[in-house]
């Protein structure tokens, strides 16, 4: 364990959380209101598969050292804290597109 794999698992976190993201993103985009059922299952298996996702690539991580995979969840964990910031402030200068998908 040295300081190269410490910044590829933290690295490896900052992507999964881009990934995760732009996942989410496309999910939302494909639901529907008026097919429920469709849409419940777009967000249900969406969650399960981003979660599965993501215990996959800590177990990997925790079976380098259990370092590293705390260094991949801070970098999931900051990068998510610094896009949930971004947006925010992405709507405060856009206040009228709140809400109009």
């Known amino acids: 364990m040295n300081l190269t794999h ?3 698992w933290f690295t490896v976190g900052i ?3 881009a990934l995760l993201a732009l996942s989410l993103k496309w999910s ?3 639901i529907q209101p008026s097919e429920y059922r469709k849409s419940r ?6 969650a399960f ?4 996702f993501i215990g996959l690539i ?3 991580a925790m079976s380098q050292h259990i370092y590293l995979a705390l260094l991949c969840l ?3 964990n900051l990068a998510k804290f610094t896009f949930v910031i971004w947006l925010s402030r992405q709507m405060a200068m856009r206040p009228e597109q709140v809400g109009k998908g």
């Open 6 to 8: 410490s910044i590829f």
């Open 15 to 17: 992507l999964t959380e």
């Open 28 to 30: 939302v985009n494909l």
């Open 41 to 46: 299952l777009i967000v249900v298996s969406g």
């Open 49 to 52: 598969l981003r979660w599965i």
């Open 58 to 60: 800590l177990l990997i």
């Open 74 to 76: 801070l970098g999931l």
